[in-house]
């Protein structure tokens, strides 16, 4: 795993949106899989940004979300599907039949699901997997002690996570759905590359365990050390409780100094 750090929530955004710009620009069908939260909302502003100002080019992009919640019809204020349409799919050419969200009923969710995977497997498999993660470790939807080989499939959400995201239902838990539809951590696990996003002093623990801590399935993140090209780009919030800060920084400044020296 290699792990950027960056002063500022604006660098990391910056660092992870040259990421997937130059990916995009070595391959214009790159397969991006894609996640919800504060978080990725500035990596999805600055791409966007690159796409009114620099013409970069989505046009051949296909993407895959991570996750929906269940029982809320894809056109409610807080579903994913109109967080990706608010922040990323209005404002960048990809097609519209490019787009893959996880459906948001539970009818005839094990076919879905099955047909879900397959779409991921026909498109070439994701190249690039955006994650945020849970304070409690999550990746996705899938909560502490999920399968780290599972599938797409329902989840139910645990209290803290329902808690998590009542500031966009009212503020209240009862009003959060209590289940949704993940990729799975072996889904996750076979996307070509991983980017990690975290930002903030209250991610810092979840990163701790994940980029440190034993392999578990109590912390999900943690087995992206497993995956053979996990980034993550993290701000010096969320690396506040790492042990080797100075080794990463170290690491990353010697990887730029190559890099220029390439060119």
Known sequence: MEIIIQPTYAQLVAVSAEIIRDALLKKPNLVLGLATGSTPIGLYEALARMHKTDGLDFSKVTTFNLDEYVGIPPNHPYSYHTFMETYFFNAVNIPPENCHIPQSTAVG????????????????????????VGKDGHIGFNEPSSSLGSRTRIKTLTQSTLEANAPHFGGTVE???????????????????????????????????????????????????????????????????????????????????LLSQEH
């Not at 995977?117 to 498999?125: D, K």
């Not at 497993?226 to 993550?232: D, E, G, K, L, V």
């Open 109 to 132: 969710h094990e076919g879905f699901c099955e047909r879900y995977e397959a779409a991921i497997v026909n498109a070439g498999g994701i190249d690039i997997q955006v994650l945020g």
């Open 175 to 257: 009003a959060v759905p209590k289940m949704a539809i993940t990729m799975g951590v072996g889904t996750i696990m076979e996307a070509k590359q991983c980017l990690l996003l975290a930002s903030g002093v209250s991610k810092a623990e979840a990163i701790a365990h994940a980029v440190e801590g034993p392999i578990t399935a109590e912390v999900p993140a943690s087995v992206l050390q497993m995956h053979p090209r996990t980034i993550a780009v993290i701000d010096d919030g969320a690396a506040s409780q790492l042990k080797r800060v100075d080794y990463y920084k170290q690491v990353y400044a010697n990887k730029q100094k």
